[in-house]
């Protein structure tokens, strides 16, 4: 009997080992992949990184601050666009939970989830750069913009779909009209999750490449104007780890870096929010 | 009756092929607690959601004969006209969680877009607050949160809420029914102080609330209006057997 209690205590000791070794192998990967392009990356990071254009190849110093801007605006412009159809989708879905639009747009929003960033990119070419005869920020938003919809939807229906039932009667029993208690009474309440959704999804849009090599398509130099190309850092990287060159190579980890720390900055700020502005029914 | 708040005539009320509410007659005078009691899905929390047109929210609802709140037909009425006049509390507290206590006080005023001056709103907002007994145990905090407070303190809020726009009538579905024993006699209380100014619909399963804060008693049962009458009587010596059974507690 001795024997055999022992048995399963050795039993449980072990189960909880392997778990744990298994939990601590997956962390590794991401860990390393932190520690090298922080190795390799940390050292051309300074002032003048962050604030100077590229320069010519065989002449020191430069930096990345087109591409900083570019990603900015270029998160901006898709943003301004799929923000408001996103939640207003949200909003359509969590209101309708049966019926044939929703379960169609809730389809689409599966198959777009899982469309190939590239595919989505050359939709967006096909469609902005091909009639304006040019690579543009505009094009480049629009394909981010398409990237981000499945997730703000998903997560502004979710949300809004844990807000109790009772809230809206609340508002609807005081006379105050249908659009009224969307906007002044759920909306508010639902807050932190439809921000969140949007900041996670601005978090997987900043690192994608594929959708801008024929949409943003990129640029050496600053540019402002939504209807030109404008670089970014995934695409900064693409360019400078493809060159041939030992200096733009320390550069590709320099932008690495950035952008992971941009990427971070992003999730952190997502969980400080639905911490935060968490609403308590 | 003369002049009766709230007038109900042969109504019914569908939900698709099912009949929810069969031939429904009642009137409530002014300034009373009506009670309509009954056992659970007779039918007694349609009948009041007829009353500010809440049931028309569920799909394939439809109603015949007709409801006059002060001698006007509820339903030529818009609903959001229909439902400021009518004030409603729900079975759970309700506050909105983003607003503050003084916000939720005014929030018909704030949500309509009904614009009054800081002082007005501070007066209804005390006004409101002390119908509603909770002036004294919230004034110190009034722009915090309404969700941190007590279930019954929160139902209280949600009364205020509904006192603040006036209204004609004032619908409570089974209000206690979420709260400990203390708070629904501090509430039953209030009940009883309001009606010197208010009249209200009160649905309850418990007879005894019934029998402690209503001037009258409607019996519910299975969609028929069974009888109505003054609370006292029907207590006494109810007319139908029906009555009788549920009072003494045969069922439901």
Redesign the interface.
């Known amino acids: 009997m001795k024997d055999h209690v022992r048995a399963r205590l050795i039993k449980n000791h072990i189960f909880k080992g392997m778990v744990m070794l298994f939990a601590f192998i997956s962390l590794l990967p991401l860990l390393l992949i932190l520690y090298y392009i922080t190795k390799n990356g940390i050292s051309v990071i300074n002032w003048d990184f962050l604030t100077q254009l590229p320069r010519p190849i065989g002449e020191a110093g430069g930096g990345v601050f087109n591409a900083i801007m570019g990603t900015i605006m270029l998160i901006v412009l898709s943003c301004v666009l799929s923000v408001p159809f996103g939640i207003a989708a949200g909003i359509y879905l969590a209101e309708n939970k049966e019926g044939r639009l929703s379960s169609l747009v809730r389809l689409c929003v599966v198959v777009l989830q899982g469309t190939p960033s590239i595919v989505i990119g050359i939709i967006a070419y096909a469609w902005i750069v091909v009639p304006l005869r040019t690579f543009s920020a505009l094009s480049g938003g629009i394909a981010l913009c398409i990237m981000m919809l499945p997730v703000i939807i998903k997560t502004t229906e979710e949300t809004l779909k844990l807000i109790p039932y009772h809230l809206k009667e609340a508002s609807l029993a005081l006379g105050v009209p249908y659009y009224k208690t969307i906007l002044k009474v759920i909306l508010p309440s639902g807050l932190s999750g439809i921000l969140t959704g949007i900041l996670l999804s601005v978090a997987r849009i900043t690192g994608e490449t594929a959708p801008l090599l024929f949409t943003a398509f990129g640029n050496q130099f600053m540019n402002w104007n939504i209807f030109k190309p404008v670089d970014s850092l995934p695409y900064r990287i693409f360019y400078y780890a493809m060159s041939p060159y030992p200096e733009w190579h320390t550069f590709a980890w320099g932008a690495s870096f950035v952008l992971v720390v941009l990427t971070l900055a992003f999730n952190l700020i997502a969980r400080g929010v639905s911490i935060k502005w968490k609403i308590q029914f | 009756m003369e002049n009766p708040v709230l007038t109900v005539d042969a109504f019914s009320a569908f939900f698709g092929d099912h009949q929810v509410l069969k031939d429904v007659n009642l009137s409530v005078p002014k300034n009373v607690v009506a009670a309509l009691m009954g056992p659970s899905g007779c039918g007694k929390t349609t009948l009041i959601r007829c009353v500010?047109r809440?049931h028309e929210?569920l799909p394939d609802t439809k109603v015949a004969g007709r409801m006059f709140l002060n001698e006007k037909d509820i339903y030529t009425m818009e609903?959001?006209?229909?439902?400021?006049?009518?004030?409603?509390v729900?079975?759970?507290p309700?506050?909105?969680?983003?607003m503050s206590i003084y916000d939720n006080v005014i929030?018909?005023y704030k949500?309509?877009?009904i614009g009054l001056s800081r002082e007005d709103f501070n007066n209804i907002v005390e006004q409101s607050l002390r119908s509603a007994a909770l002036w004294d145990e919230v004034k110190d905090f009034l722009h915090r949160?309404g969700?941190?407070l007590s279930g019954g303190q929160q139902q209280r809020l949600?009364i205020a809420?509904?006192l603040a726009?006036n209204p004609e009538i004032l619908l409570l579905d089974e209000p206690t029914s979420a709260l400990d024993p203390k708070s629904t006699s501090q509430i039953e209380e209030l009940f009883v102080e309001l009606k010197k100014n208010v009249t209200m619909l009160l649905v309850t399963h418990n007879i005894g609330q019934a029998a402690r804060v209503s001037d009258f008693t409607a019996f519910i049962y299975i969609g028929e209006l069974i009888e109505y009458g003054p609370t006292e009587k029907m207590f006494t010596v109810p007319k139908d057997k029906r009555t009788e059974e549920y009072l003494t507690g045969k069922f439901g």
């Open positions: 500010n809440m929210l609903p959001i006209v229909l439902r400021r006049k009518v004030g409603m729900f079975q759970k309700n506050p909105f969680p983003t929030a018909g949500l309509n877009g949160k969700t941190f949600c809420r509904a726009m």
